[in-house]
DNA sequence: CTACCAGTTCAAGTCGACTTGAGGTCAAGA
DNA sequence: TCTTGACCTCAAGTCGACTTGAACTGGTAG
């Protein structure tokens, strides 16, 4: 197996250096070993920072991350944990199917506001039912 | 038309009145006026509220949603841009999919580590191509 | 052997999106 | 008229996810 220093998995993955460090201080990777004070990575961790990085995307925290997938491939979840996830993420993919709908119509829409179209504003009464449970975390009052 | 105040707007929509003038401060959304100091919103508000939500769970930046929209329903973008946003979101939403059906494998598949099962590993390599812009930009040295 | 330089640590800084706190205002009810 | 209390402004603080900078280390090439 082929040992990959930082520089190269971050040549390879896109992600900064810093952050590679940062998210294995996080433990969400973890690295082989040192050659010196250098760390080592196996390959395995381009595909980790890969899923890391759609994690992300989806809105979901390092933590949650981390939760979900373990830098060993061991998740802390459960697997209805998992499904919990798997299923804010399929109420998330709709919401944003109905923001592009009506990014789309925005476009297309002759209507001089459209907040004064009813077709759009149809659009958003269809799509602001069903939040995922992590948006109403992030709505709660700050307990700092 | 009937004039919302602060807190109405608020106990509505579920969005803190800190929020609501932080919006307005930005141009995302405009008060009708003021009675006293009290500003006052028409009902259309909580639509607008609405869609600021559900662009902010899909990534999107304030920036970025006041030009999609407009606080007065007139979007800073022309056309193609917004059906950029759209093919954004369209690859938002593949990559989802892509990553929720990764959640649900590693939540059934009894392989001790997901990393090492092949399924899983040719999931995350279907996923990871096609990032969308907004990613890149995030992806870019800080340019402080 | 020594210099080089990619890589290291640790603390501090940055950025976006709010939140919090202190002190002020004013329409409305007693 | 006087007092509330909801709302106001403005500055400063917070949080997550990194980034940056300064000072240091240690294989490797010359």
Known sequence: ???LDISEVSKQTGVAASAIRHYE???LITSLGRRGLKRLFAA???DQLALISLGRDAGFSL????DMFGADGLPALSRAGLHLKADDLDRQIERLSGLRD???HVADCPAP???ECPKFRQLIRISTRRKRSRQ???ALPGRS
């Open 102 to 104: 009506m990014i789309r």
């Open 113 to 115: 506001s459209h907040m």
């Open 25 to 27: 201080e996080k433990g």
């Open 136 to 138: 109403e975390k992030r």
């Open 44 to 46: 395995g961790v381009l």
């Open 63 to 66: 933590d949650e991350i981390r």
């Open 1 to 3: 197996m082929k040992f």
